[in-house]
């Protein structure tokens, strides 16, 4: 599908947006005063309170079970608590909330849609589903907005380049790894929930979790999300018009046996089969254009752990299946195998793993124009890696080195490192620095299509950067507060670019950019009293060219999010404030998109120790805003939803 952009700039006036924003925050905290006033005449244990995690392990970051209190690169952990926030939404929807993240989507759920990270795209970020990469060979970018949050057990954040050194290309902006239900099963459950919301929005699915005495257990699960949706573009005559609607069937499987002591099996998968209506620009009769997508993972492990030693092996598949129906047809596949082992020094520890990767991409033509059959002059490659690291963590400093080497069909050899180091300058105190290469190779699309619409460009170079991080952090009890300074200098920056001339896109590689900014966050807990938030301000700018000291499109210098919430032992309560600003939409940035601040409220509340009720309301004050904006012989503005709700009902039997 071609995004088609606007050269218009909309304008706003920042002090009704300021206004919303006292308004609304004075609500929150009279909302959270009021709450705590009539609990203050109820006895509550505070061991039946729910208790926030301010120092989680994670695995993403190290590729083997650390602290983040440990870890040196900046990490974001989103959990089952968090995630029950986001019932009824998308993988998509939990990412644009959290610090560094912005969006671009072509209309409301299930359409279109690329994601940043600061100020790399979505093709530069590695998605992992339970540890296999996951995403589209032909575009690049994962469909995470067709990911359903309901399936999920939660989502990992790496940002910045050290995942490089670990997980090889496509890590340059950071890593995403996505874990299924099932992980963390301590007792036999089954859950039904229903959930309705605007648009006719209807969510219903069942999951069912076994575990025996042995260790044994099993988690599947499977859900229906459907609704009726909102036109893609604004203001469109015709087939344009209407409401474009979207649909999705999600599986998942989790499962993990014990043969012995020390050896274990298991197999997870994840899998969404959906229908997305869209606006194709079309002014006559005619049926709806819509895409059918089948998107998921598919992998088994065997695992042997004593004292000293882990030795883990896995094998799976990701799918990328795209029908356009006024379009082509993608078939994305690509096949890995991971062994990784992990050995504990009597000072730190040592890993060393290897990896093979076989990516492939079919195409079958749909649209046959006078100029010839769309096709790819290539269509699969192979990748082998392999990597060594060694991690330290000790009461007064953190270190950690990686070194991997891959070696690509298409490409060749790349090495890339990283290095980092923390000291602790008092109890929860710490200050760090970390360095890391890293690199990315061109997609298929980028490299041999050739379309109507675009002209392949096989003499592509590999990207290639250099990545510094400086950091500040204090955690303690009752908060986690982080300060971090990146700055990235890219070489050889792809991006699709319009040829007047000819009237087609094509993949150019930029010769220098740079991608620098700084990330705040905060996270506190006093007692029933949750409160934070985090701003990232990211300086993505063309470093040659004609578009020299220009920001790369889509890339908006500030984003920001505040809350506050209050949780008690039968209920929680958020109210928070989104904030993204100005984004350029043309590579000369003549024109740009306008800021906007989005006001969200959501909760849950435990009607019995078996059933809860969860609510979200966003966009409270109903801003009309855009995130992409479409220029040329089709200018117009892709919508977003106005205010919006959804609630449901989830029952458990323990």
């Known amino acids: 599908m071609i995004n088609l952009e606007l050269n218009m700039v909309l304008s706003r006036s920042s002090s009704a947006t300021y206004l919303r924003l006292c308004i609304l925050s004075a609500l929150g905290v009279c909302a959270v005063s009021a709450t705590a006033a009539t609990t203050d005449i109820e006895v509550v244990n ?198 474009d609607g979207f649909k999705s069937d999600n599986f998942a499987l989790n499962a993990s046996i014990p043969l012995n002591q020390n050896i274990s099996v298991g197999a997870t998968g994840l899998f969404a089969k959906s229908t997305t209506e869209f606006d194709n620009f079309s002014f006559g009769p005619g049926p709806n254009a819509e895409i059918d997508h089948e998107n998921g993972v598919v992998s088994a492990f065997s695992q042997y752990e004593n004292d000293k030693l882990t030795v883990r092996l896995s094998a799976g598949q990701s799918l990328d299946k795209l029908d356009n129906k006024v379009g082509d047809a993608f078939d994305t596949k690509q096949k890995q195998a991971n062994l990784i082992s992990t050995y504990k020094l009597p000072l730190g520890k040592v890993q060393a793993g290897a990896e093979w990767l076989q990516q492939e991409v079919d195409l079958t033509d749909n649209t046959p124009s006078a100029s010839g059959k769309d096709k790819y002059k290539i269509n699969d490659r192979d990748i082998k890696g392999a990597f060594a690291g060694y991690q330290l963590n000790e009461d007064t400093y953190d270190f950690q080195a990686n070194v991997r080497f891959d070696d690509n069909s298409q490409f060749g050899n790349e090495t890339t490192f990283g290095l980092g180091y923390a000291v602790k300058l008092a109890p929860g105190l710490r200050l760090g620095t970390s360095f890391a290469t890293g690199y990315r190779a061109p997609t298929l699309n980028d490299l041999y299509i050739e379309s109507f619409y ?86 993505a700018e063309e470093k040659s060219g004609t578009n020299k000291g220009k920001q790369l499109v889509y890339r908006p210098e500030n984003t920001g999010l505040v809350y506050v919430g209050y949780r008690a032992a039968n209920f929680d309560i958020r109210t928070e404030a989104e904030y993204v600003g100005k984004t350029y939409n043309v590579a000369d940035n003549s024109t740009f998109i306008d800021d906007y601040t989005l006001f969200n409220i959501s909760g849950n509340y435990y009607l019995s120790p078996n059933l809860t009720w969860t609510s979200r309301i966003n966009n409270l004050t109903n801003v009309d805003y855009s995130t992409n904006e479409s220029f040329g012989q089709y200018a117009s503005r892709y919508n977003q939803d106005g205010t919006n709700f959804f609630t449901s009902l989830t029952y458990n039997w323990f």
């Not at 019932?87 to 671009?104: D, Y």
């Not at 971090?484 to 590689?509: C, E, G, P």
């Open 46 to 243: 505070a061991k039946e309170l729910p208790q926030v995690e301010l120092d989680e392990i994670v695995v993403t970051a190290t590729r083997t079970p650390t602290k983040t209190s440990n870890v040196i690169a900046q990490t974001r952990v989103i959990d089952s608590e968090d995630l029950k926030r986001f019932q009824g939404q998308t993988v998509m929807e939990v990412l644009r909330r959290q610090p560094g993240f912005s969006i671009k989507q072509d209309g409301g759920m299930g359409q279109s849609s690329n994601f940043y990270l600061r100020g790399y795209d979505s093709k530069r970020v590695l998605v992992l589903i339970d540890g296999i990469r996951y995403g589209s060979m032909s575009t690049g970018q994962p469909a995470l907005g067709l990911l359903p949050a309901d399936q999920i057990d939660r989502i990992e954040i790496l940002y910045g380049a050290s995942g490089s050194s670990i997980y090889g290309s496509d890590a340059m902006g950071g890593v995403i790894q996505i874990f299924t239900k099932g992980n963390n099963v301590e007792q036999t459950n089954f859950s039904v929930t229903v959930g309705v919301g605007s648009h006719d929005h209807y969510v219903y699915g069942a999951a069912a979790h076994f575990v025996n005495e042995e260790g044994a257990k099993l988690s599947l699960s499977a859900s229906r999300n459907q609704t009726k949706g909102i036109s893609a573009l604004e203001n469109r005559p015709g087939n344009d018009k209407d409401d």
């Open 454 to 539: 675009y002209v392949p460009n096989a003499d592509l170079k590999v990207e290639k950067s250099k990545n510094v991080e400086v950091f500040i952090e204090t955690n303690t009890a009752i908060q986690n507060t982080r300060l971090t300074a990146f700055n990235s200098d890219v070489d050889n920056l792809i991006d699709n670019r319009y040829d007047n001339n000819i009237k087609k896109y094509q993949a150019l590689n930029i010769d220098k950019a740079r991608l620098s900014g700084y990330s705040f966050t905060s996270d506190w807990q006093l007692s029933n009293i949750l409160f934070g938030g985090q701003y990232t301000r990211t300086n």
